[in-house]
């Protein structure tokens, strides 16, 4: 896993003045390269103590592995990057429209190979498992989390599994107590923190369905209330509002999820989507 996503997904987590620390190296990582420990410390408005509290958060001895990692990894990126515009830093006045969209782009594409390349394949298989044998799907997640839902209840209604995207947080606990046969609920959160998906998660388990989390946080609330958590992988662009990388990691996470269910009925899937690809054709024009 890469450091740079390492403190993305702990950033939710961290107590204030770490978590003011991580602000400034996921805006500009360069500046670790650049700063002894007391400049950061003071960059920051914190501690040169907190600075270290902050390393051995995300799993370093101190600052000089952070150092160390940071300058490992910015300069790969950069040349494995550069034809599409420098990367380490954000999106930025003085970009050019090409320079930003090569930003964005490898960022978009570092959270996709960063997610499929530290998924626990076992987790996935169970989480397919559970899914595949599900009489309801539950789907859950809010704002851009939400339309991410709405892709895979896209994707199984397709094959004719009985998936339910929830759009009303009341609605969304309703439908945890009904006793509907074998259920299965998949809440997304990029944070791991959003307190109506936590809440949907803990009331699915707590009535018997098995739970799912997709999320970039690994000591989330969401991602200890579920059986099985997915993790992205990823580094958000300045824009966070349009949670940009975070949905396409996440929208990776779903079709992984869709073609691990399609390959248990694989015959049963294909014949499920020529038959609606015929059905839906005239309407095409």
């Known amino acids: 896993m890469s450091i740079q996503s390492t403190i993305e997904a702990a950033a939710s987590t961290l107590p204030p003045s770490l978590a003011r620390i991580a602000a400034v190296v996921r805006e500009n990582p360069s500046i670790v390269i650049d700063m002894t420990i007391n ?26 592995p952070l150092r160390m990692a940071l300058a490992t990894e910015l300069g790969k990126e950069a040349a494995q990057f550069s034809p599409r515009g420098a990367f380490g830093s954000e999106i930025s006045d003085e970009d050019s429209l090409r320079e930003a969209v090569s930003k964005l782009a490898a960022l978009e594409l570092l959270a996709i190979e960063e997610t499929v390349s530290q998924l626990d394949f076992e987790v996935l298989d169970a989480a397919i498992s559970d899914i595949d044998g599900a009489e309801r799907i539950l789907l859950y997640g809010i704002g851009a989390s939400q339309f991410v839902a709405e892709d895979l209840a896209h994707k199984l209604l397709r094959v004719g599994r009985n998936a339910h995207v929830l759009t009303d947080p009341h609605e969304a606990i309703a439908a945890t107590v009904l006793n509907a046969g074998p259920t299965v609920a998949v809440g997304f959160s990029h944070s791991g923190t959003t307190v109506e998906t936590v809440r949907f998660l803990r009331t699915a388990g707590g009535n018997g369905a098995s739970t799912i989390a997709v999320t970039s946080a690994k000591g989330s609330p969401l991602a200890h209330a579920a059986d099985h958590a997915l993790f992205t992988e990823v580094r958000e662009s300045t824009f966070r509002a349009g949670a ?42």
């Open 39 to 64: 400049e950061l410390a003071q960059e920051c408005s914190t501690s040169v103590a907190s600075v270290v509290r902050f390393c051995r958060a995300i799993g370093l001895s101190g600052y000089a």
């Open 244 to 285: 940009m990388v975070s949905r396409i990691a996440q929208l990776a996470l779903v079709d992984c999820l869709f073609v691990g269910i399609a390959k248990r009925r694989f015959a049963e899937t294909v014949d499920a989507l020529q038959r609606t690809r015929e059905a839906t054709r005239a309407l095409r024009g």
